[in-house]
T-cell receptor, first 114, second 115 residues
Framework: AQSVTQLDSQVPVFEEAPVELRCNYS??????LFWYVQYPNQGLQLLLK??????LVKGINGFEAEFNKSQTSFHLRKPSVHISDTAEYFC????????????FGAGTRLFVKA | NAGVTQTPKFQVLKTGQSMTLQCAQD?????MYWYRQDPGMGLRLIYY???????DKGEVPNGYNVSRLNKREFSLRLESAAPSQTSVYFC??????????????FGPGTRLTVT
C-alpha cells in the first residue's frame, strides 16, 4: 500500500519569491508520482508527472518537481510565483503494477501575497 | 471536447433521501473514478471502474453504489443520505491501458449538503 504526506498544510509567500511544496511518500513497490492543482471551486488538473527517466520533471505554469528515490520525496518548486498561483496543490502516488488507485495527499494551500 | 462533466453542480438533501450523481467523459477513457473531498483530507476514492462492465470499491465505499452505464458514463448513488456524506464529489477518468498508468482528468465537482 502507498501513502502520501504533504508536510505543509498552508504556505504563504510573497509574489515573485521562490516556493517549495514538500511531498513524501511511502511504498513497497515502484511508483508513479503526480502533482495536481485545484483552483477555487474547480476540479483538479494535472500540473506534472513522473513516470520514469529524468528525475527532474517540468510542468505547466513554470513548476517543476524532483523525484528523489532515496528520500522518497517529490517536492514541487517554482522560482518566482505569481498571484495567479494561489490554489491548493495535491501530491499523488500510484503503483506501477497495473492498479488503478491513486492515493492523494491532504493538500497544500499556496497563498501568494502582493 | 467537454472533458469530464458532472451533474448536478449543487444539491441539498434531507437525511434519508436518495439521489444519483451523474458523470460523463468524452475522451474515450477506459477507467473512471468517484472521489469525495473533505477539508484537510485530500481526495478519497469511493469507487472506481477499471473498464466498462467492472466496478470495484475504493477506500470509502459504505453508503454508496455505482453503475458503469457504458464507456462514457459512471454514476454514483446515495441510497439513504446521511450528514456524514456532506462533501464535494469529483468524478475522474483516465486511459488506464493494461500495464500502464495515466493521469486522471477531473470534472468540476458536485457540492452536496445533507441536512
Amino acid at each position: 500500500a502507498q501513502s502520501v504526506t504533504q508536510l505543509d498544510s498552508q504556505v504563504p509567500v510573497f509574489e515573485e519569491a521562490p516556493v517549495e511544496l514538500r511531498c513524501n511518500y511511502s511504498s513497497s513497490v515502484s511508483v508513479y508520482l503526480f502533482w495536481y492543482v485545484q483552483y477555487p471551486n474547480q476540479g483538479l488538473q494535472l500540473l506534472l508527472k513522473y513516470l520514469s527517466g529524468s528525475t527532474l520533471v517540468k510542468g505547466i505554469n513554470g513548476f517543476e518537481a524532483e523525484f528523489n528515490k532515496s528520500q522518497t520525496s517529490f517536492h514541487l518548486r517554482k522560482p518566482s510565483v505569481h498571484i495567479s498561483d494561489t490554489a491548493e496543490y495535491f501530491c499523488a502516488v500510484s503503483d506501477t503494477t497495473g492498479g488503478f488507485k491513486t492515493i492523494f495527499g491532504a493538500g497544500t494551500r499556496l497563498f501568494v501575497k502582493a | 471536447n467537454a472533458g469530464v462533466t458532472q451533474t448536478p453542480k449543487f444539491q441539498v438533501l434531507k437525511t434519508g433521501q436518495s439521489m444519483t450523481l451523474q458523470c460523463a467523459q468524452d475522451m474515450n477513457h477506459n477507467s473512471m473514478y468517484w472521489y469525495r473531498q473533505d477539508p484537510g483530507m485530500g481526495l478519497r476514492l469511493i469507487y472506481y471502474s477499471a473498464s466498462e462492465g467492472t466496478t470495484d470499491k475504493g477506500e470509502v465505499p459504505n453508503g454508496y453504489n455505482v453503475s458503469r452505464l457504458n464507456k462514457r458514463e459512471f454514476s454514483l448513488r446515495l441510497e439513504s443520505a446521511a450528514p456524514s456524506q456532506t462533501s464535494v464529489y469529483f468524478c475522474a477518468s483516465s486511459g488506464g491501458l493494461a500495464g500502464g498508468w495515466y493521469e486522471q482528468y477531473f470534472g468540476p465537482g458536485t457540492r452536496l449538503t445533507v441536512t
